[in-house]
């Protein structure tokens, strides 16, 4: 069900880190095979409660699924979760911190932390109130009940749902969009939309105006007006 172990996570980090740095990634797909997306962090390797140090816990959880939620958050280029089947606890927080989520119709997203007396970990707390509101946030963090893709839809969580065998295409589909586009007026949008549910208007704003005044620096956002103004389509090279 694809736990999470910690080289695999910092595995995870690095390519998600070297996509930002590489000019040649323009999107990023995060999916997984087999029959679970991810089922949280792998518990079995921890050591036993008697051999811990008080702040241990919170090392383990600063530098590990907050680490790899950051990683997603702050990637660069696009990302786009492809849930193909149970996304559970750490699972379910990594493809919420994704731009753009598409589930199979068997996928299953579930806050797996009130079934074992735990607290929720890896930005889960941060990101579903501002997903789906405090009310929706709370009833999944409180229930744990495990919520269909087509729920999860509804509520906002994914983007679209496809059939099992039409997800790999269609993530293909979207991230081949992607990455014809302007990269980093995409990066740029990516970090206002992030930043946009911290800050008021006034900063917000700010910020904007700061990101055109980058943005229009660009080899993609000269290429996108002479291409208005030749009446032709753009050709973005991601610079």
Excluded at 51 to 59: E, K, L, S, T, W
Excluded at 157 to 173: F, G, I, S, W, Y
Excluded at 179 to 207: I, W, Y
Aim: net charge neutral; aromatic share 4%; glycine share 10%.
């Amino acid at each position: 069900m694809n736990a999470l172990t910690p080289d695999h996570r910092n595995h995870l980090i690095h390519l998600l880190e070297e996509a930002s740095a590489s000019d040649n990634t323009r999107a990023v797909v995060l999916t997984a095979t087999g029959r679970g997306f991810c089922a949280g962090a792998d518990l079995r390797g921890g050591p036993p409660p008697t051999a811990r140090a008080a702040g241990d816990i919170a090392r383990v959880v600063r530098t590990g699924a907050q680490r790899l939620v950051t990683a997603v958050l702050d990637c660069e280029k696009p990302v786009i979760a492809a849930v193909n089947g149970t996304a559970a606890g750490l699972g379910a927080h990594l493809a919420y911190a994704c731009d753009l989520i598409l589930a199979a119709e068997s996928a299953r997203f579930i806050e797996v932390f009130v079934r074992r007396g735990l607290v929720p970990d890896g930005g889960g707390a941060y990101l579903l109130p501002r997903l789906i509101g405090v009310h929706r946030a709370k009833e999944l963090l409180f229930f744990g009940d495990a919520l269909t893709a087509a729920e999860a839809h509804r509520l906002g969580l994914v983007n679209k749902v496809v059939p099992d065998d039409e997800l790999e295409q269609t993530a293909r589909t979207w991230a081949e969009r992607l990455a014809t586009g302007p990269t980093r007026s995409l990066a740029l949008t990516k970090q206002l939309v992030n930043a946009s549910l911290e800050s008021d208007r006034a900063t917000a704003f700010t910020a904007e105006a700061a990101a055109q005044e980058i943005n229009m620096t660009t080899a993609d956002a000269t290429e996108g007006v002479t291409a208005f103004v030749e009446r032709r389509g753009p050709r973005f090279g991601g610079r």
